[in-house]
């Protein structure tokens, strides 16, 4: 079992930068694989950013590449998520998900992921 707990979210002015933390515990996290979700009101759960459990291997959804950056820390077990040039269409509610998943591969669908925070709110004014 894994435990996830975000953190970092709050209001901010559109072309401001936010880092999210998510901070995993119990059972080891270094051979998870992990990924970035948000949800809006009214939307279905779509993915941020994905990765595979060394950082070796990612993926960005097309509107935040560029702008948005994940990295891991497994010694700490955390994941960083560095949002960068925020606009008001990133408001959200943003989780954490992770599945244990040794090697190369990520996921992208929120229906593979096994664990997850309870999730940080994203407000960006314009």
């Known amino acids: 079992q894994v435990q996830l707990v975000e953190s970092g979210g709050g209001l901010v002015q559109a072309g401001s930068s936010l880092r999210l933390s998510c901070a995993a515990s119990?059972?080891?996290?270094?051979?998870?694989?992990m990924a970035w979700f948000r949800q809006a009101p009214g939307t279905e759960r779509e993915i941020v950013v994905a990765?595979?459990?060394?950082?070796?291997?990612?993926y960005y959804a097309d509107s935040m590449k560029g702008r948005f950056t994940i990295s891991r820390d497994n010694a700490k077990k955390t994941v960083y998520l560095q949002m960068n040039s925020l606009n008001p269409e990133d408001t959200a509610i943003y989780y954490c998900?992770?599945?244990?998943?040794?090697?190369?591969?990520?996921?992208?669908?929120?229906?593979?992921?096994?664990?997850w925070g309870q999730g940080t709110q994203v407000t960006v004014s314009s």
């Open positions: 998900a992770g599945r244990y998943t040794p090697g190369t591969n990520y996921y992208t669908t929120a229906g593979q992921y096994d664990y």
């Open positions: 119990g059972r080891t996290f270094s051979n998870y694989a």
């Open positions: 990765m595979n459990w060394n950082g070796a291997r990612t």
